[in-house]
């Protein structure tokens, strides 16, 4: 029952933080608008004739090879690049000091080019301002959709572990500087806390030193949905939990998770089961009243 009522608040929350009035997402557009174009400026609106070594460098010089790598459909990502491409760094710095690199880099975009939001690139020509403002449009919106994605998914996990900072120091916590952990008996001492360290081989997101000596280690995990919480919480933080308990024992470890979002609640009993004790991000008095019992 806990467990239904906890997931159903959860995924209120959740609703209503989507749902919210802000100015991100047309901040994120605009930013991205500048920089397409900034890179049709400079690339003569990606006429193929007039795309130099030259206009490339300026190009990445400016800090546009994140909208360069956007006019691949779909998008191409760094890592993709370097290894397509086979130079040994795609760093703006690098490519400008390197020709053929640069060109290397620039024939692999050409290749995966989007056809459909820039026609006139296969045949050599120029854009008309309907073809001109439409590639704008969709490559901003593109790019917009990415950064935002990131951004919710890197905010929510931050505002997780604060989230969770702020319970542990209430209860009189403090925090200390991460370091590996490798026996029961390293990190943090008696009424300490620290983050993002490894507990054995696994990160933990924050690690507490119970009042009993037990480690709690926490994961803070947000789901967007239900399918969703099964890669955050069955496959991460619940196969984590069973190595911790493999690693150190019942005895030494506590495995837990704070969670937000959206979660199934067969896949909520399922990592209790794998021995991974959950917390809700928007109830910690009850992390809190765990905590106070190891006294």
């Given at each position: 029952?806990?467990?239904?009522?906890?997931?159903?608040?959860?995924?209120?929350?959740?609703?209503?933080?989507?749902?919210?009035?802000?100015?991100?997402?047309?901040?994120?557009?605009?930013?991205?608008?500048?920089?397409?174009?900034?890179?049709?400026?400079?690339?003569?609106?990606?006429?193929?004739?007039?795309?130099?070594?030259?206009?490339?460098?300026?190009?990445?010089?400016?800090?546009?090879?994140?909208?360069?790598?956007?006019?691949?459909?779909?998008?191409?990502?760094?890592?993709?690049?370097?290894?397509?491409?086979?130079?040994?760094?795609?760093?703006?710095?690098?490519?400008?000091?390197?020709?053929?690199?640069?060109?290397?880099?620039?024939?692999?975009?050409?290749?995966?080019?989007?056809?459909?939001?820039?026609?006139?690139?296969?045949?050599?020509?120029?854009?008309?301002?309907?073809?001109?403002?439409?590639?704008?449009?969709?490559?901003?919106?593109?790019?917009?959709?990415?950064?935002?994605?990131?951004?919710?998914?890197?905010?929510?996990?931050?505002?997780?572990?604060?989230?969770?900072?702020?319970?542990?120091?209430?209860?009189?916590?403090?925090?200390?500087?991460?370091?590996?952990?490798?026996?029961?008996?390293?990190?943090?001492?008696?009424?300490?806390?620290?983050?993002?360290?490894?507990?054995?081989?696994?990160?933990?997101?924050?690690?507490?030193?119970?009042?009993d000596t037990r480690l709690m280690a926490i994961e803070c995990k947000v789901s967007n949905s239900s399918t969703n919480s099964v890669k955050r919480l069955?496959?991460?933080?619940?196969?984590?939990?069973?190595?911790?308990?493999?690693?150190?024992?019942?005895?030494?470890?506590?495995?837990?998770?704070?969670?937000?979002?959206?979660?199934?609640?067969?896949?909520?009993?399922?990592?209790?089961?794998?021995?991974?004790?959950?917390?809700?991000?928007?109830?910690?008095?009850?992390?809190?009243?765990?905590?106070?019992?190891?006294?």
């Amino acid at each position: 029952m806990e467990l239904t009522e906890g997931a159903v608040t959860a995924s209120a929350l959740f609703r209503a933080e989507r749902l919210a009035v802000t100015d991100a997402w047309t901040t994120h557009y605009q930013q991205a608008r500048s920089k397409f174009e900034l890179l049709f400026k400079k690339l003569n609106d990606l006429s193929p004739g007039s795309i130099t070594n030259d206009n490339l460098a300026e190009a990445y010089g400016l800090g546009l090879g994140e909208a360069l790598r956007y006019l691949a459909g779909p998008p191409i990502s760094d890592d993709d690049l370097q290894v397509i491409a086979d130079v040994d760094s795609i760093a703006p710095g690098i490519l400008k000091k390197n020709p053929d690199a640069l060109r290397k880099v620039f024939q692999v975009i050409q290749r995966v080019i989007d056809p459909h939001r820039f026609p006139w690139m296969a045949d050599g020509s120029s854009p008309d301002d309907q073809q001109r403002e439409a590639a704008l449009l969709a490559s901003s919106v593109l790019l917009a959709a990415q950064r935002i994605a990131t951004e919710r998914r890197n905010e929510g996990k931050d505002t997780q572990e604060t989230k969770v900072k702020d319970c542990l120091r209430s209860l009189g916590f403090t925090e200390v500087s991460a370091s590996a952990i490798g026996t029961i008996v390293k990190g943090p001492q008696a009424g300490q806390f620290c983050a993002e360290c490894l507990l054995g081989e696994r990160k933990a997101d924050v690690v507490v030193r119970l009042h009993d000596t037990r480690l709690m280690a926490i994961e803070c995990k947000v789901s967007n949905s239900s399918t969703n919480s099964v890669k955050r919480l069955n496959n991460d933080a619940a196969v984590k939990a069973g190595y911790w308990i493999k690693q150190f024992g019942t005895a030494q470890v506590v495995p837990a998770a704070a969670l937000a979002g959206v979660f199934k609640v067969l896949n909520l009993e399922q990592a209790q089961e794998r021995g991974l004790s959950l917390f809700w991000s928007h109830d910690l008095d009850q992390l809190g009243a765990f905590i106070a019992s190891t006294k």
